[in-house]
């Protein structure tokens, strides 16, 4: 190669790379996205961080216990752009537990609906025969099944509340020691419809974990008057389990002569008497008033 040529050609280097490889280098460039770390057997969809349980199909509430136990909820998908992200993970003709859900256009499971091989039956009782339950399919369906039958489910992970949501319940809960609370003394209800109305309300069925706060509670209480808490012993006769913690309740203080076990599986309510604040086991079918909580908690907080 001849000596101009190879002047020429550096010439024509530097002038490229001043001007379309030069100009890119120096020209800043939007951030490309992250993908969300989820963390535990999360993983990201959407914004979101999803479990999807694949494998073992469970009874509704031992869904729910499983994904308490997981740090979650069974999922609540909000829009149409929600579902159909999830529903391109899940499996054909299976259905899937999700919260209670309302988007329109979506609702029937079709074709793709899942089979029984026969009815099911929960070995407990019949105390989950009428409760109608959200399930999702993956052709991005909404419908309903009975509570007894054993489905798949998908968990959403518990986040941190948003400032909106703090100052809805400072709004409207009551501030009782570290916990607010929501009372409703005008509605009995039935455990289950209980427990959607806590979640609507953006909390829990109440728990006290120990002594002080169900003396705190008490404070609040209609003497008399019995409230629907968090446990029951739907999956195993006497055996009282947290809904929101997905564990055996570590903290109990039963009435005299309680739990009262003649009736077979149950609910528990707390009762406020002339000699104190007591829990009782009641039957399933019984309505009752109930008890909101919520802690503006962090997820350290909640996990301890």
Not at 131 to 147: E, L
Not at 199 to 220: M, Q, V
Request: with cysteine.
């Amino acid at each position: 190669m001849r000596f101009e040529n190879v002047i020429i050609l550096i010439v024509i280097i530097v002038v490229s790379s001043s001007t379309s490889l030069g100009t890119y280098l120096r020209t800043p460039r939007a951030p490309q996205p992250h993908q969300r770390i989820c963390g535990g057997n999360f993983t990201a969809i959407g914004s979101k961080c999803y479990y999807i349980e694949k494998d073992n199909a469970q009874e509704w509430l031992s869904a729910i216990y499983q994904c308490s136990r997981l740090g979650g909820h069974l999922a609540s998908i909000q829009s149409e752009q929600e579902l159909d992200a999830i529903s391109k993970e899940l499996k054909s003709k299976s259905e899937y537990f999700v919260e209670q859900t309302y988007i329109r256009g979506r609702h029937g499971l079709g074709e793709n609906r899942q089979i029984e091989p026969s009815l099911q039956k929960n070995t407990t009782g019949i105390w989950n025969y009428s409760y109608i339950c959200t399930v999702i399919n993956s052709s991005g369906r909404i419908g309903f099944v009975m509570g007894y039958l054993k489905r798949l489910f998908v968990c959403e992970k518990d986040e941190e509340p948003t400032q909106e949501q703090k100052q809805k319940i400072i709004e409207y809960y009551t501030k009782i020691g570290e916990k607010y609370y929501y009372i409703e003394n005008l509605e009995p209800a039935q455990w289950n419809i209980a427990f959607h109305v806590c979640k609507d309300w953006g909390g829990h069925l109440a728990t006290p974990r120990n002594e002080l706060e169900l003396i705190n509670l008490s404070k609040i209480l209609q003497p008399g008057t019995q409230y629907l808490i968090d446990l029951n012993d739907y999956l195993e006769e006497g055996q009282f389990m947290s809904v929101t913690t997905g564990l055996k309740n570590n903290y109990v203080s039963w009435a005299a002569g309680e739990p009262n076990m003649e009736f077979g599986v149950g609910n528990v309510v707390i009762e406020k008497t002339e000699l104190g604040t007591y829990m009782r086991h009641v039957p399933h079918r019984d309505k009752h008033s109930l008890i909101a909580d919520r802690m503006l908690w962090t997820i350290a907080e909640k996990q301890r």
